[in-house]
Structure formats: C-alpha cells, structure tokens
C-alpha cells in the first residue's frame, strides 16, 4: 500500500504530523493559525503504526518558519514538519528544542519585571531529569513548565 497522509492533500502549505495525540488543539492555538482566513486540517487521534494516537495539523499556503517550528518541540518534540509544494513533499525535518523562547509567551509570575516594563519575554528551555521541558525566565528567573502557557501568549 502506498503511504500516504491520513487526510485531504494539499497543493502548498505545511504539514505537521507525529504531534503527540492531544496536543493539536494548543499548537493551533500557539501558533495562532485558527485565525486569518486559513483553512485548516485537523486530524485528532489518528492511529499510527505503533498504536500511538496522533494529531496531525495541515495548513495551505503558510510555511511555517524553522523558529516557528522549533517553538512546537516544546508542546510536541516528536513533530515533524513537512513543507508542500504541488502536492508533494519537499522538505521534512524533524522540530528541534530551541534553547530560547523570545517574545512569545507572557511570564507566569505576576510580580516579574517583564509585566511592568516594556521588555520582550525572554525564556532559557531547559530539561529536567525526568525530560520534562521547563522554561526560565530570563528576568525573575523561575523556572515553569510549559503547560502553564497554554494561555500566556505574548500578543
Ligand atoms: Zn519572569
């Protein structure tokens, strides 16, 4: 059987595909792609070769950037992005953790310098131990993990 993509093709865009099942919806909404007038795939809990459920994010005509990409290792490390041209894939590469967050999120500590002052939001990407991702702010210096920005994003 020819390996294929699990949902509609499409002519240019990008594909992010491996993102761990439940993970989908807040990538979508980091990356802010619901809004605009893009259209939108949205796999949820696709089955994959080794049982694992996956979510799979396609987007036409919007290529996303490799800082973009790397910001979606922190919600999803195994993703892989494919970029679309003509129907057919012509580039893939796996995300990579960056080791700074600059500008996007908001700091969770509200006493930290970073809501009073106009400073963009600056955070060190550390692993822990156990491989959980946790993000450091630069300014008050504590340290977060990342399910606590689901709803911080930096406008
Ligand atoms: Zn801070």
Same mark, same amino acid.
């Given at each position: 059987?020819? @390996?294929?993509?699990? %949902?509609?093709?499409?002519? &240019?865009?990008?594909? #992010?595909?491996? #993102?761990? $099942?439940?993970?989908?919806?807040?990538?979508?909404?980091?990356? &802010?792609?619901?809004?605009?007038?893009?259209?939108?795939?949205?796999?949820?809990?696709?089955?994959?070769?080794?049982?694992?459920?996956?979510?799979?994010?396609? %987007?036409?005509?919007?290529?996303?950037?490799?800082?973009?990409?790397? &910001?979606?290792?922190?919600? $999803?490390?195994?993703?892989?992005?494919? %970029?679309?041209?003509?129907?057919?894939? /012509?580039? @893939?590469? &796996?995300?990579?953790?960056?080791?700074?967050?600059?500008? /996007?999120?908001?700091?969770?500590?509200?006493?930290? #310098?970073?809501?009073?002052?106009?400073?963009?939001?600056?955070?060190? %990407?550390?692993?822990?131990?156990?491989?959980? #991702?946790?993000?450091?702010?630069?300014?008050?210096?504590?340290?977060?993990?990342?399910?606590?920005?689901?709803?911080? @994003?930096? $406008?």
């Amino acid at each position: 059987m020819e @390996k294929k993509l699990q %949902v509609e093709a499409i002519e &240019q865009g990008t594909v #992010i595909d491996h #993102i761990p $099942a439940g993970q989908g919806i807040k990538i979508l909404r980091f990356l &802010q792609l619901a809004d605009a007038n893009r259209r939108l795939t949205i796999g949820l809990n696709l089955p994959t070769h080794n049982d694992q459920a996956k979510d799979l994010i396609k %987007v036409a005509d919007t290529i996303l950037t490799e800082e973009q990409a790397n &910001q979606l290792a922190l919600f $999803a490390p195994t993703a892989t992005v494919n %970029v679309i041209e003509n129907y057919t894939v /012509v580039r @893939k590469f &796996q995300v990579t953790q960056p080791q700074a967050v600059q500008g /996007v999120f908001k700091c969770p500590n509200s006493n930290c #310098i970073t809501h009073t002052e106009k400073v963009p939001s600056n955070f060190h %990407v550390q692993t822990s131990k156990t491989g959980q #991702i946790k993000l450091k702010c630069h300014y008050c210096e504590k340290s977060f993990a990342t399910s606590l920005f689901d709803e911080l @994003k930096d $406008a």
